[in-house]
């Protein structure tokens, strides 16, 4: 039998991310929360993450951290490998939550609080 694990990521003082967290509680579904600012942003994870719902989704353009880059700096994501070196150095420009469910070699990745998404993912994937 293969196991199921969901993995939140973001910042924990996020509204957005508190609110999907107490999702997955009021749930009872078992999840890892992975801090941005303390753990900061697994390279692997962040390459998968890219290929599955691409750096434009990822990169949170209507953020503060966004918005407070110079001009060049934000003129400067053109692509995956910029987009991924900013949200590396600036993870608070991640759109959050970015939630993970793997169940073996599968990985189902969503960006944002989507919590229709996560109900549909759990019924299809997670047995009682």
């Not at 953020?63 to 993870?91: E, H, Y």
């Not at 939630?99 to 019924?123: F, M, N």
Request: hydrophobic share 40%.
């Amino acid at each position: 039998m293969t196991s199921t694990q969901i993995t939140l990521y973001g910042i924990s003082n996020c509204d957005t991310v508190k609110k999907a967290r107490a999702w997955f509680t009021a749930q009872a579904l078992s999840h890892d929360f992975h801090d941005f600012k303390k753990q900061g942003v697994p390279t692997d994870a962040l390459d998968r993450w890219t290929a599955a719902v691409s750096w434009q989704k990822l990169v949170n353009r209507s953020g503060t951290t966004w918005r407070k880059l110079d001009a060049p700096t934000q003129s400067a994501v053109v692509d995956a490998l910029t987009a991924s070196a900013l949200m590396t150095a600036q993870p608070s420009v991640i759109k959050r939550p970015v939630v993970e469910l793997r169940r073996g070699s599968d990985h189902l990745i969503t960006v944002g609080y989507v919590p229709e998404q996560w109900e549909a993912w759990t019924q299809h994937h997670i047995t009682p």
